[in-house]
């Protein structure tokens, strides 16, 4: 058998020992893996468990019951109705709030509009700066107006 561990030797050979391992258990088909949730097997209620002792009901509902389930149902639906209204509420007033003022090319040649001037700006306060620094130049290192030390 297999894995044989070796012994100490005592006088010159070296002797095996078959090594026991205790006995794994194995794992049964549908058993529940740890950190895993074993499934929810929901079978009808037997007779005997679903009323009282063994008496046996009958298939249908009886008449408190019924009467129950219809107040039951009527809460349900007024609830959706209300919550119904109140989406599409809400769905009227986000339209409203985010009505586009044009068409999407009249903003967009508004936008563009922005971008120009800022542009135009932009390459005048460049050339004035240009402008200036020419100037400076001319003044210190042409005409040697200014000296630098």
Request: no cysteine; charged share 25%.
């Amino acid at each position: 058998m297999y894995p044989l561990a070796p012994m100490a030797p005592r006088g010159g050979a070296v002797k095996y020992q078959e090594v026991q391992y205790p006995a794994m258990a194995k794992r049964a088909r549908g058993s529940v893996r740890p950190g895993q949730r074993r499934s929810i097997d929901r079978r009808p209620a037997s007779s005997s468990t679903a009323g009282g002792g063994g008496v046996l009901r009958s298939v249908g509902l009886t008449e408190g019951e019924a009467i129950r389930a219809a107040e039951l149902e009527a809460a349900l639906l007024a609830e959706e109705k209300a919550a119904d209204a109140a989406r599409k509420r809400s769905q009227v007033r986000s339209t409203r709030e985010f009505a586009p003022a044009g068409s999407l090319a009249v903003r967009a040649q508004e936008e563009y509009g922005y971008v120009g001037r800022d542009v135009r700006e932009i390459t005048k306060i460049a050339t004035l700066l240009f402008t200036i620094l020419i100037v400076l130049w001319i003044l210190v290192d042409v005409t040697k107006v200014i000296p630098i030390l």
